[in-house]
């Protein structure tokens, strides 16, 4: 069966500092990756989503980034955090091809504030 | 106007209660409906997964689509303490990237 990890589950990061948060994903090869932002109480926001080994797409432009190193593995990385930059971090994967159903699967997330 | 509209809630029902959630949603291209359960500092999980339109029964829940109208809707029966969470429904016009519109969410409360 397939597992996804996220870490850490909780970071608290002071206003200016680097952060790379760390997603990888166990028992499926070549799957659709995305990052979320979740700001509490709201809804979520797409932040990257990836194809496939370095191919990463941005949907909102902002102080964040993220790197795809290996197939199953999905970075997300900011060189100064800003107090916006506060919420939940949400890693998804999705079945790439024809047995693909549309359907994402979530970590646990990861929970970012910054001070 | 927002792709996919979902009331927020809160929602409070007493334990027993049918609960209905809804989303409306504007691009006609969608093919792929889902509703996801997210406990409070969890992960979204899949719940219930449409193609087409119609109903689809999975225990206690029921998803309905009606493409004609734009409006899909999440039925919950005989509603327990533990389904309190909040609920979000999603949707996809289907392609490689795979990727989905999410509605807001609605925070459901089951008092028992």
């Known amino acids: 069966s397939q597992t996804i990890h996220q870490w850490p589950a909780t970071l608290v990061q002071p206003v200016g500092s680097p952060l790379s948060l760390e997603c990888t994903v166990e028992g499926t090869s070549n799957p659709n990756l995305y990052w979320y932002r979740q700001a509490a109480g709201r809804g979520l926001q797409l932040l990257f989503y990836?194809?496939?080994?370095?191919?990463i797409s941005s949907e909102v432009p902002q102080n964040l980034s993220a790197s795809r190193p290996q197939d199953r593995q999905f970075i997300l990385s900011s060189k100064k955090l800003l107090l916006s930059d506060s919420g939940f971090y949400l890693c998804?994967?999705?079945?790439?091809?024809?047995?693909?159903?549309?359907?994402?699967?979530f970590g646990p997330g990861t929970r970012l504030l910054v001070l | 106007q927002k792709e996919v509209e979902q009331d927020p809630g809160p929602l409070s029902v007493p334990e027993g209660a049918i609960v209905s959630l809804n989303c409306t949603y504007s691009n006609s291209a969608f093919q792929y409906f889902m509703w996801y359960r997210q406990y409070s500092r969890k992960g979204p999980e899949l719940l219930m997964y449409?193609?087409?339109?119609g109903n689809k029964e999975d225990g206690r829940f029921t998803a309905q689509v009606d493409k004609s109208s734009k409006y899909i809707s999440l039925f919950i029966r005989d509603s327990q303490p533990s389904d309190s969470a909040t609920y979000l429904c999603a949707m996809s016009a289907g392609g490689n990237t795979g990727k989905l519109i999410f509605g807001q969410g609605t925070t459901l409360q089951v008092k028992p």
């Open positions: 998804a994967w999705s079945v790439k091809g024809p047995r693909r159903t549309e359907t994402q699967y």
């Open positions: 990836s194809v496939g080994i370095g191919q």
């Open positions: 449409t193609y087409s339109s």
